[in-house]
């Protein structure tokens, strides 16, 4: 039976341990990767300043705790914990705990006294569910230290970009600079960020943005960077996640009023915040600034088409705003496959060991490396989970589903991937392994599908041989409301 990915990683990790156990630096920096695999999966939010990175952070977490106004290139973490509380690590000399507080609803985090150029990084502990399976990292603008700081501390990546340009691929392309990393080309998606400015913000701006994504999904620059590019508006995304009912019944009011006057009112921020009206104009600003005249504009008219409560109201903006597609992907091809994603962390680590401190009997290890590398079919399959679900890869409709569901899509347990609602039973499980089997060997041989559809095919061959040697266990998904 062969060894996982994860477990192959696992063994090379103490195999290193005991041939690295006279360098201290080494087998501190072996541990630490090794105590890695039972941590939440950390994902990094990346991208040049002004594309919007706090924002989705705060869409994610459905609550208002970035940015944290630090200067300088340090990385802001975010993870579960029972209470609000932040820890500040210095580069030298020991961690701070600064008063941490909330002003109008948003964290505030008193950095007074800490000097930015000696922190290391910052530790935001918040009690919020989907941060029990993962750990954010809120990135300053990018640069080349910090794609090589993202390499050695994130499992995979969020970029943020509200238009792919040269600097943005540049960037990816650095996060792969590695022959780990470019043999597994699987930790990324790309974000279209501030999805609702697309064509000077008309109404129909989201719809506009996400078929600008799918050609970006299909662009030979970007393909081979990434898993999957979503369009997502963090702002709308947030406002439905943090919108309180006071501001709601603030929208319902400009709803009811007549639609001329709302339309007219609504033209600019500067005429929605200062001219005369009803509302008051610290009411308006909060508006602008939670919201964006987009999404006044967007919220305005869904109230008009039935968002007749703040649930109904919040439930439709983030559906538009994109940020279900992003949960969706992150969970599918992130947080499913977090013991995939932590092994490929790994490999990185005991890559950088290897080189660092090259020393006799290390040979075997350097072999070992790129054996799995070159055989660890789980990031083959991963890396194909991406291509189907954003169009990268193309299937027969009729074989497409099929192939998400043995691959993983639904779920990485053995249930899952062949299609039972119930525990199976092994002959069960067996019977319909060697249908699948059967199928889609002729699939990987059928001459009517091209080459890449039939490579496709021989993905998911292997994906069946894997479920008649061995059990493949669930993994935890993206916490549900």
């Known amino acids: 039976m062969s060894a996982t990915v994860d477990e192959a990683v696992w063994a090379l990790l103490h195999d290193a341990l005991r041939l690295y156990q006279d360098s201290p630096r080494a087998t501190n920096w072996l541990r630490h990767h090794i105590s890695r695999f039972d941590s939440p999966l950390r994902i990094a939010v990346a991208g040049r300043a002004g594309s919007g990175k706090s924002t989705v952070v705060n869409a994610i977490v459905g609550d208002e705790v970035a940015p944290v106004d630090v200067k300088g290139p340090v990385f802001t973490w975010y993870q579960d914990g029972p209470q609000p509380s932040a820890t500040v690590y210095m580069r030298h000399g020991p961690p701070g705990e600064p008063p941490l507080g909330r002003v109008d609803g948003r964290l505030d985090l008193d950095l007074t006294g800490y000097d930015p150029d000696g922190m290391a990084k910052i530790v935001v502990d918040w009690p919020a569910r989907v941060l029990r399976d993962i750990s954010l990292i809120d990135t300053p603008p990018i640069a080349d230290e910090i794609a090589e700081q993202l390499a050695a501390e994130a499992d995979a990546l969020l970029y943020l970009t509200p238009q792919v340009h040269v600097l943005d691929v540049r960037f990816l392309q650095s996060t792969q600079d590695h022959p780990v990393a470019r043999a597994a080309p699987v930790n990324a998606i790309v974000l279209l960020s501030r999805a609702d400015e697309t064509g000077g913000g008309r109404i129909d701006a989201l719809t506009a943005s996400k078929q600008v994504a799918r ?267």
């Open 215 to 481: 050609r970006y999904r299909g662009d030979a620059r970007v393909r081979g960077l990434c898993q999957n590019v979503v369009a997502v508006s963090g702002l709308v995304g947030q406002a439905g996640r943090t919108l309180p009912e006071e501001l709601y019944r603030s929208l319902a009011s400009l709803a009811t009023a007549p639609r001329q006057e709302t339309d007219e009112l609504l033209l600019t921020a500067d005429r929605f915040t200062r001219a005369e009206h009803a509302l008051p104009p610290a009411t308006r600003r909060e508006l602008a600034e939670r919201l964006g005249i987009f999404g006044i504009r967007l919220s305005t008219a869904l109230i008009r088409q039935g968002a007749d409560s703040r649930n109904k109201l919040a439930a439709e903006l983030v559906q538009r705003s994109g940020l279900n597609e992003l949960k969706e992907s992150v969970r599918v091809l992130f947080i499913d496959r977090r013991k995939v994603l932590k092994a490929r962390s790994a490999l990185l680590g005991l890559d950088v060991v290897l080189r660092m401190e090259p020393k006799p009997g290390a040979a075997n290890l350097v072999t070992e490396v790129e054996r799995v590398l070159a055989g660890a079919h789980e990031f083959h399959e991963l890396r194909l989970l991406g291509g189907l679900l954003s169009g990268r890869t193309r299937l027969p409709e009729e074989l497409a589903g099929e192939a998400v569901r043995l691959i993983g899509g639904a779920g990485t347990s053995q249930g899952s991937r062949l299609g039972f609602d119930r525990e199976p039973s092994p002959g069960e499980v067996h019977a319909t392994v060697r249908d699948a089997l059967t199928r889609w060997r002729e699939q990987s041989e059928n001459p009517m599908l091209d080459s890449s559809e039939r490579e496709a095919a021989r993905v998911v061959v292997r994906s069946c041989e894997a479920m008649l040697n061995r059990p493949v266990m669930a993994e935890p998904g993206w916490p549900r409301g």
